[in-house]
T-cell receptor, first 112, second 113 residues
Framework: DQQVKQNSPSLSVQEGRISILNCDYT??????FLWYKKYPAEGPTFLIS?????DKNEDGRFTVFLNKSAKHLSLHIVPSQPGDSAVYFC???????????FGQGTELSVKP | DTAVSQTPKYLVTQMGNDKSIKCEQN?????MYWYKQDSKKFLKIMFS???????INETVPNRFSPKSPDKAHLNLHINSLELGDSAVYFC????????????FGPGTRLLVL
């Protein structure tokens, strides 16, 4: 019973265009959401997060949107760069400080 | 000056063997974790320790035993390895007051034959 799902295993985007990665969750108790980025043979690294009291958080080229009614969040990368090619994991937590529940990741490929 | 390191990076072993994976962090964090990434790519938490004390213990077979000799180290010992234990195991650490932002090691790829 996966509470956090990323239904697209892969995404291919042209350099300079927008990348949109999606994530759905089932547990309405989640109150904090995060995106992690993972390169091959490395561990995931924290990218950006959003609290459930917000619907948008922006950090440079990265913006995370949260739609609580739809239990959906998305990560927008604009403009996409080849160095963004990696696996992106979304994660959720309730009672901040509790355990992270990860999705299965989406592999983004940004073509030059 | 790696922040979170794991050894070994690769581990190939026979069913029934006992093996250990070591993890060390030099970030001064109080909380450490073990995750398992299975064949379906989900990252699932197994254990977390805070200041050498077990905090989270998911429904993991008791063949898996974490050991924290000090707050900078969290080792994972696995007894009687089974085929289904084949996975990538990630260690992570975090500040106690910022546990959502976790720093991961590079992973240990375990293959049980």
């Amino acid at each position: 019973d996966q509470q956090v799902k990323q239904n697209s295993p892969s995404l291919s985007v042209q350099e300079g265009r927008i990348s949109i990665l999606n994530c759905d969750y089932t547990n309405s108790m989640f109150d904090y959401f995060l995106w992690y980025k993972k390169y091959p043979a490395e561990g995931p690294t924290f990218l950006i997060s959003i609290s459930s009291i917000k619907d948008k958080n922006e950090d440079g080229r990265f913006t995370v949107f949260l739609n609580k009614s739809a239990k959906h969040l998305s990560l927008h990368i604009v403009p996409s760069q080849p160095g963004d090619s990696a696996v992106y994991f979304c994660a959720a937590v309730y009672n901040q400080g509790g355990k992270l529940i990860f999705g299965q990741g989406t592999e983004l490929s940004v073509k030059p | 000056d790696t922040a979170v390191s794991q050894t070994p990076k690769y581990l190939v072993t026979q069913m029934g063997n006992d093996k250990s994976i070591k993890c060390e962090q030099n970030l001064g964090h109080d909380t450490m974790y073990w995750y398992k990434q299975d064949s379906k790519k989900f990252l699932k938490i197994m254990f977390s320790y805070n200041n050498k004390e077990l905090i989270i213990n998911e429904t993991v077979p008791n063949r898996f035993s974490p050991k924290s000799p000090d707050k900078a180290h969290l080792n994972l010992h696995i007894n009687s390895l089974e085929l289904g234990d084949s996975a990538v195991y990630f260690c992570a650490s975090a500040r106690t007051d910022l546990q959502e932002t976790q720093y991961f090691g590079p992973g240990t790829r375990l293959l049980v034959l």
